[in-house]
Every structure is written in C-alpha cells, then in structure tokens.
C-alpha cells in the first residue's frame, strides 16, 4: 500500500525567515512550525489562513520566534484548534517568547 505525500513551503525557505511548511500524507496534513519575525507581515498569516481549517495536527521543532512565533496569533485569532505536538526543552523555552 502507498502513500501520497505532499510537502508545501508556505514560508521560510531563507536561513532568516520564519519556518512554516505543510506536510500531507494521505488525508492528514502536518503543520510543521508557524514561525513569525518581529515585522509580524500579515501576509504571512493570510497565506497560511487557507490552509489553517484542514491542518490535523502542529508540530514545534524549535523553541524560538522564527519557529513558533505565529502559534499564539493561529490559535488566538484563526482559531487554529488541533493537537500540537513539541518535545519537552522545545515546550518549555516557548514559554518565554
């Protein structure tokens, strides 16, 4: 049996921009990051907000601005609402951004 995957960059394809990617495999899709940087451009959110109703599940790799920075704006303001996945140091260390 054989999978379709998918993977979309929806930003963050520079060492210096916020990290944000969609992963589809099969019918679930993976938010992986939603980083944001300190010029907070909406466009970043407009072109994920499409997307945002058929995101299954978050994944956090890294605890810092430009990885998880848009996670509070998603959930708060888009209504983002599925499980979200962070290894311990990662869920920690967002805690102070």
Known sequence: MSSIVKFEGIWGVGSETPHCYLL????FTFLLDCGWDEKFDKDYIDRLSKAI???DC???SFPDPLHL????YLVGKCQLSCPV??????YKNGQMF
């Open 24 to 27: 589809t495999v099969d019918d």
């Open 53 to 55: 109703n058929h995101v």
């Open 58 to 60: 978050v994944l956090l």
């Open 69 to 72: 920075g848009a996670f509070p």
């Open 85 to 90: 996945y962070a290894t311990i140091p990662v």
